[in-house]
């Protein structure tokens, strides 16, 4: 008979602190992986150099040889690139866990869902964060006279939203979902897909349809148009305070409170209607 802590959902009963050591175990493989890599890419950079120069003029099928050797270096490169920046990725990854971790050990062991707790209230700094820096760019567009740097500033601002606060809503909308729902199985990513458009497409929505773009959607079928789970209406909704000059804690709260809010409810609704579906 299976446990009842096998019928909830990984994150509901993951150590953080366990799962700090294996990201960074992770990072730690990639980058000595990386290295490898750069080292035989610097050692056939010199076998290559050193043949030509030793041997002057390289003919017949030892020419082939070296051909083949110089050509594959540019391979070995990318993929000491991409090996770094796996690496990279799961470091970035252990920084985020760790503050986790520093939350859950701080909580009471008897609290609920205490995983889930913690890894809530990073979620709610990290959206702040990126809240704050979103709106220094902001204002710095608005005092920029040249139409195409206002342009280019605009377009990080809505990055930074998507990409970092709005990204923190979807999160926490579905933490908060599996906090009232700890026995669904489904990770984040078996709900939807973050899609990311571009700013133009985002504006020309805004403009001609008066309605935002998605930021979380789910696709039902490869021949079907994908449906909206989160619309991109929670950055409009946690934005209204983007005139003022200086953004107050409380101004930041009640952002961080209208955007997750309003993620939840729609995210909780699709969840619950491709629960029955």
């Given at each position: 008979m299976a446990s009842?802590?096998?019928?909830?959902?990984?994150?509901?009963?993951?150590?953080?602190?366990?799962?700090?050591?294996?990201?960074?175990?992770?990072?730690?493989?990639?980058?000595?992986?990386?290295?490898?890599?750069?080292?035989?890419?610097a050692a056939i950079t010199v076998a290559v150099l050193a043949g030509c120069f030793i041997l002057g003029s390289i003919s017949g099928p030892l020419s082939f040889v070296w051909l083949g050797v110089a050509l594959a270096t540019p391979f070995l490169g990318i993929g000491a690139s991409r090996l770094q920046g796996r690496a990279n990725q799961y470091k970035s990854l252990a920084q985020i866990e760790k503050r986790v971790a520093a939350k859950y050990n701080a909580l009471p062991q008897e609290t609920r869902n205490r995983s889930v707790t913690a890894r809530l209230q990073v979620i709610e700094e990290l959206a702040k964060e990126s809240f704050r820096r979103a709106h220094a760019i902001y204002r710095s567009a608005?005092?920029?006279?040249?139409?195409?740097?206002?342009?280019?500033?605009?377009?990080?601002?809505?990055?930074?939203?998507?990409?970092?606060?709005?990204m923190c809503c979807v999160q926490a909308a579905f933490l908060d979902y599996?906090?009232?729902?700890?026995?669904?199985?489904?990770?984040?990513?078996?709900?939807?897909q973050f899609d990311f458009g571009s700013f133009t497409s985002r504006?020309?929505?805004?403009?001609?349809?008066?309605?935002?773009?998605?930021?979380?959607?789910?696709?039902?079928?490869?021949?079907?148009?994908?449906?909206?789970?989160?619309?991109?209406?929670?950055?409009?909704?946690?934005?209204?305070t983007f005139s003022h000059d200086q953004?107050?804690?409380?101004?930041?709260?009640?952002?961080?409170?209208?955007?997750?809010?309003?993620?939840y409810q729609q995210f909780s609704a699709a969840a619950r209607a491709g629960t029955r579906a």
């Open positions: 009842a802590t096998n019928t909830l959902n990984p994150l509901v009963t993951i150590n953080p602190n366990n799962e700090v050591r294996f990201l960074n175990r992770k990072a730690l493989s990639y980058n000595v992986l990386s290295k490898i890599c750069w080292v035989a890419l608005q005092s920029t006279h040249n139409q195409h740097l206002r342009g280019y500033q605009m377009t990080m601002v809505w990055h930074e939203l998507e990409t970092g606060f709005g599996l906090s009232h729902n700890p026995s669904d199985q489904r990770a984040l990513h078996a709900h939807g504006m020309a929505n805004a403009v001609f349809d008066k309605t935002p773009g998605p930021l979380f959607v789910r696709q039902e079928a490869a021949d079907q148009p994908p449906v909206p789970i989160v619309e991109s209406g929670i950055i409009d909704s946690a934005t209204r953004l107050t804690d409380d101004m930041i709260s009640d952002g961080w409170r209208a955007g997750s809010q309003k993620a």
